[in-house]
């Protein structure tokens, strides 16, 4: 398994060179919740749960970097659009 930091994220994120990319996200955006590899929303989960297993491909999803994938491809998205 591969983790990505806060850099890695922010590296990945598609801007022009020498620009920035000013986005926000919706509070209510279920990033912890939601299986990064299959888009599964899971349900509200305690703090103390930092890893859970997605029912549909068993993949097991570490909390914070299923979040921080999540985050990236809303933010793709959102520069997407
Ligand atoms: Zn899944």
Redesign the pocket.
């Known amino acids: 398994m591969t983790f990505l930091d806060g850099s890695d994220l922010l590296a990945a994120v598609p801007v022009a060179p020498g620009g920035q990319a000013d986005l926000s996200l919706d509070r209510a955006f279920p990033s912890s919740q939601t299986?990064s590899?299959?888009?599964?929303r899971d349900g509200p989960k305690p703090l103390d749960v930092r890893a859970w297993t997605?029912p549909?491909?068993d993949?097991r999803n570490d909390r914070d970097w299923n979040a921080g994938r999540n985050i990236l491809y809303e933010g793709r998205r959102t520069l997407a659009a």
């Open positions: 299986c590899a299959c888009g599964h997605c549909n491909r993949t």
